[in-house]
């Protein structure tokens, strides 16, 4: 339906995308005991990390092999033995991801294959997992670099398997970067609900959920176990959530035989029921549990209350692939209407299916004039679509990355029965918070003589 | 790296106004004042960070960065640097270069168009043009486009060559400063100078800092001429060279550009701070002698003193209600350099006990002076590993915890109350009105209600004393109606396969670590 349109331009005016090594660090926080290191120059870290900061208000583990412009030229190898040594001495990580960056990748190294090469020679370093996702910063955002992450780790960890335990209840929730991590919570609350052990890869839900542990340490601070990442390929199943997850899903398949199915969303009723459905075959249930069926009857009447809202209703969003058609499928098929689509990356298939005439492969400049010229009447993106929201006086509800002017972003929760209906309300009250007062000029009547006014007495003294 | 470059690098390391370099051997000092940075364990900026927290500040210029996302994409709009007026500065403009422009060549060509686009669109005073890492590493040649574009357009577009990869953030400001001194200082002539005329250097206005000394200076008749950055506007820096004293505030970052505004237009300069009490009075008592020394009536002198004494005294009865407050409180200080010292006489008067102050970046007369307030060097430390702090602070080694971002966390996971006092914060503390804010600030962190709720006890960390009233859980799953049982560490029991075995009763749920709710 949607067509992808580039502008025609050199000039980005306020970037909508994240980088994709900052996907990729993401997803290894979703590691338990992990630290992402990022091969590059120290600077791309430390603004990764603030941006990471400012977004979960926690404190996050991120690395550098501190390259400079002598050992960019020459080669990082050496750097990338002795981060990996350093952080070992230092915070004794289980798991280190590491991302390449526009630096490295202009170079141009083999990073695999000498990384191959540590590992081998250095026995020592046996019992921490080591994991390398390629990651320049000049080709995709945000989801690409969690996408290739995910590749990775499931590419270096899941081993060849043909067995399958018909006991184990076990299924794969492969999880995709729009996910927040109330978000993966909810996903797991529902597959539990019929029975089932979820297997959460990766798992920002346990590390970045916020929360205060009783130590501190200089890795993540939960997320899915190194241990148990291998068991990916004995679960019956894997729920891909995102269309970024479908090539981990299928590498699973290609490994372990386990079928897989990707959801493309899971936010608005059928995509939902769609997952449900899902469920009800794998545990076998007919008759799923009252309270998944409960929620769903609270979603249908949040919509019948919601509908007044959202339908007409002119939506700009700006937002990654996934998150840009979850959720502007789900206001659409509650008679919304998407004037404005912004995205940040074209490696998506998912962006055709957009309900919009055009999807503009841009920035949040592309996202402000769109949004003006159609007549947005609210705007959905990550925080740094504050500045349109004050200079086109329409709201916005923030989504996506980076939300840093608002405590809690890691709890909002769009997906599943009871997060959907979260929406609903959300969109339903953003747009009854505009206060308008009609008057009858609007109309084009005439407003009341002033002859009939009534003038206060001024107190005598 | 271009030669131009290297040698300007190799210019500002060789800075003879700073202390520190003047006492280094001619190797030493060619290596420069940045230690060499050890992978895995690494932290701050790179050099186009440093560039640009100095130039941003700079508030109707398009700040454009040639680059790929990274340097932009993860960093525009993360600062509080107030403005009075335009709001260009906080615009991230960036040439988002392709695989393509970097394999093509097409880098030039793009900024070339950027420019174009970025006057067009919004005809800003100037373009200041940032380089970064990869078109460096190509060899995209950044000066020339500038060069072609200020030809071709009229607006001025101003280089600023601190690619990240060759250094640190200071590094980065001492480019920054070599920047406006090559392309913006000295362009534009102002209409009329006063013997008034100051630069200040160093102070971003993060949250309106120097709008808390500023009416100081309209109260004495100061004219802040070129201001570097804070608040300031594309023509205030371009006419700085005509101002009569320089004040470097807090910083040996930019000691490059005062000296060479010395240099080059006569122009002295002193260090000063704003931060803290004593440290104000002396900043406006050197500045008016300075400037009475440049010409300026005698009588500033003395109403200056009047200033001071006014202004102290009031502080210090907005002050003195805070005392009942915070005293007695230990504060752990852990900033660095000249902060390390310029608060504590402040805090020690109100009766906090600074139980500990860092002295990283602190220069030997820093140092000397914490030795001096303090009484003697016990209560210094270089730098703390997150892991002990955090230590330090649960076993409440101290009260409240004064720092940058970095170890906010540390302080509140320990639940440890916190007071931001670096750059990033949200409130300004300058001058004297801001040592009110910070006091309060203090007080307000270590006398919420909230702390000690939060440390008290979980439920079950006391043991039950009441004894059951419920018999125990039997049957099926409260939540779902499934039947619980057969013995397996999933919480619910599949109808398939059927079991051969009755299920025997559960006596308890068993959950997972990962639990929320439900069984
Ligand atoms: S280190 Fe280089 S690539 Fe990274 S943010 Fe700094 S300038 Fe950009």
């Known amino acids: 339906m949607a067509k992808l349109v580039h502008p025609k331009r050199a000039l980005s005016t306020n970037p909508l995308k994240s980088s994709a090594p900052l996907g990729a660090a993401l997803a290894y926080l979703g590691i338990e005991r992990s630290v992402p290191l ?41 750097q990338i033995e002795e981060a990996i040594e350093n952080l070992r001495k230092k915070s004794n990580p289980a798991f280190i991801g590491i991302a390449s960056t526009a630096l490295t990748e202009t170079r141009g190294e083999d990073v695999p294959g000498e990384l191959k090469e540590i590992v081998s020679r250095r026995t020592d370093f046996a019992d921490t997992q080591i994991v390398y996702a390629s990651t320049p910063d000049f080709d995709g955002g945000l989801q690409d670099g969690w996408a290739k992450a995910v590749e990775a780790i499931i590419d270096a960890m899941v081993p060849p398997s043909t067995e399958r335990d018909p006991e184990l209840r076990q299924v794969t929730l492969l999880c995709g970067s729009h996910l927040t991590p109330a978000e993966i919570e909810e996903l797991v609350r529902m597959v539990r609900a019929f029975g089932l052990e979820p297997l959460v890869l990766p798992d920002i839900s346990t590390s970045l959920d916020g929360h205060v542990s009783d130590d501190w340490s200089g890795t993540s601070q939960g997320g899915t176990p190194v241990a148990r990442i291998p068991d990916v390929a004995r679960s019956a199943f894997t729920l891909a959530i995102g269309e970024q997850m479908r090539k981990a899903a299928k590498l699973i398949e290609d490994r372990a035989m386990v079928p897989y199915r990707v959801f493309q969303s899971v936010t ?25 069926k409960r929620d769903r009857s609270r979603l249908i009447d949040a919509a019948l209350d919601a509908h007044f809202h959202t339908g007409g209703l002119k939506v700009a969003i700006g937002a990654d692939p996934d998150l840009l058609f979850s959720l502007s499928n789900a206001l659409t098929s509650m008679g919304a209407e998407i004037v404005t689509a912004v995205t940040t990356t074209q490696h998506s298939p998912v962006i055709e299916r957009v309900a919009a005439d055009e999807v503009i492969l841009g920035d949040l400049g592309d996202f402000e004039r769109s949004a003006k010229e159609n007549g947005a009447q609210i705007l959905l993106t990550h925080s740094h679509g504050r500045h349109a929201e004050h200079r086109l006086h329409v709201p916005l509800v923030r989504v996506g990355f980076p939300v840093f002017d608002r405590i809690g972003a890691q709890d909002a929760c769009r997906v599943g ?21 009609a008057r009858p000029e609007e109309f084009g009547a005439a407003p009341i003589a002033e002859e009939f006014e009534h003038v206060p007495h001024v107190a005598s003294c | 790296m271009s030669d131009a470059l290297k040698s300007k690098i190799q210019d500002v390391f060789n800075e003879p106004g700073c202390g520190t370099n003047a006492e280094k051997s001619e190797r030493q000092r060619k290596k420069g004042c940045a230690k060499p940075l050890t992978p895995g364990a690494a932290a701050g ?19 454009l960065v040639h680059a790929p996302l ?7 709009d993360n600062r509080g640097a107030a403005s009075s007026g335009s709001e260009l500065y906080r615009t991230g403009f960036t040439t988002d270069l392709s695989e393509l422009d970097i394999v093509m060549g097409y880098g030039e060509k793009k900024l070339f168009r950027a420019i174009k686009e970025v006057i067009e669109a919004h005809n800003p005073p100037a373009v200041f043009v940032y380089s970064t890492c990869v078109p460096s590493l190509i060899g995209d040649d950044i000066n020339a486009v500038c060069k072609a574009a200020t030809q071709k357009f009229g607006t001025p577009c101003v280089p600023v060559n601190a690619p990240g990869y060759v250094g640190s953030k200071n590094l980065g400001n001492k480019l920054a400063g070599e920047a406006l001194l090559d392309g913006v200082i000295g362009s534009i002539e102002p209409e009329e100078c006063t013997p008034y005329d100051v630069n200040i250097i160093g102070d971003y206005n993060l949250s309106g800092e120097l709008w808390q000394v500023k009416p100081l200076f309209d109260k004495l008749g100061i004219r802040v001429l070129g201001s570097i950055t804070g608040d300031a506007r ?17 910083s040996k970052a930019l000691i490059n550009l005062a000296r060479k505004l010395d240099e080059r237009y006569g122009i002295p300069y002193f260090e000063g701070s704003f931060y803290g ?110 892991k002990d702090m955090y230590r330090m602070l649960k076993d409440a080694g101290a009260d409240v915890l004064m720092s940058g ?26 001058g004297y009105m801001g040592m009110v804010d910070m006091v309060r600030a203090i007080d307000r962190a270590v006398n919420n209600p909230m702390w000690s709720e939060l440390r008290e006890p979980a439920p079950w960390e006391t043991p039950l004393t009441e004894t059951r009233v419920l018999p125990a859980i039997t049957g099926s799953c409260p939540v779902t109606g499934v039947p619980a049982g057969v013995g397996r560490p999933v919480s619910l029991v599949p109808p398939m396969p059927p079991a051969s075995s009755a299920p025997a009763p559960v006596t308890a749920f068993v959950s997972s670590a990962t639990d929320f709710e439900d069984c």
């Open chain 1, 38 to 78: 990022f091969h590059g120059s120290q600077g791309c870290t430390a603004f990764a990390m603030v941006h990471l900061v400012r977004h979960f208000k926690e404190a996050v583990p991120l690395q550098t092999t501190a390259m400079n412009e002598v050992s960019t030229i020459l080669g990082g190898a050496d």
């Open chain 1, 268 to 292: 608005g009723l059928k995509p939902v029921d769609a997952f449900v459905r899902t469920l009800m075959g794998l545990s076998g249930m007919q008759d799923p549990p009252p309270s998944i």
């Open chain 1, 417 to 437: 029965y009871r997060g959907s209906r979260a929406f609903l309300y959300e969109i339903a009250n953003t747009v009854q918070s505009i206060h308008h007062r």
């Open chain 2, 45 to 63: 900026g790179c050099a186009f960070d440093g560039a640009k927290i100095a130039l941003q500040p700079i508030v109707d210029v398009a700040h």
């Open chain 2, 70 to 76: 990274a340097c932009e994409g993860n960093g525009w």
């Open chain 2, 234 to 250: 594309y023509r205030q820096v371009a006419m700085a060279h005509r101002a009569k004293v320089t004040m470097l505030v807090c």
């Open chain 2, 277 to 386: 009490i004593s440290d104000t009075s002396q900043a406006l008592r050197t500045m008016c002698a300075m400037l009475v020394e440049q010409g300026a009536e005698a009588d500033l002198l003395d109403r200056c003193e009047q200033v001071i004494a006014e202004e102290e005294t009031r502080v210090w009865k907005q002050l003195d209600a805070y005392r009942p407050r915070v005293a007695g409180k230990r504060v752990l200080l852990y900033t660095g350099g000249h902060k390390s010292w310029s608060v504590v006489s402040a805090l020690q008067e109100l009766g906090m006990e600074v139980i500990g102050t860092s002295v990283r970046k602190a220069t030997d007369d820093d140092k000397g002076r914490v030795v001096k307030i303090m009484g003697d060097d016990k209560h210094m430390f270089e730098n703390m590993a997150p």
């Open chain 2, 405 to 430: 971002g970095r170890s906010q966390f540390v302080a509140l996971k320990a639940k440890m109350p916190w007071v931001d006092v670096n750059q990033e914060k949200h409130e300004a503390y300058a």
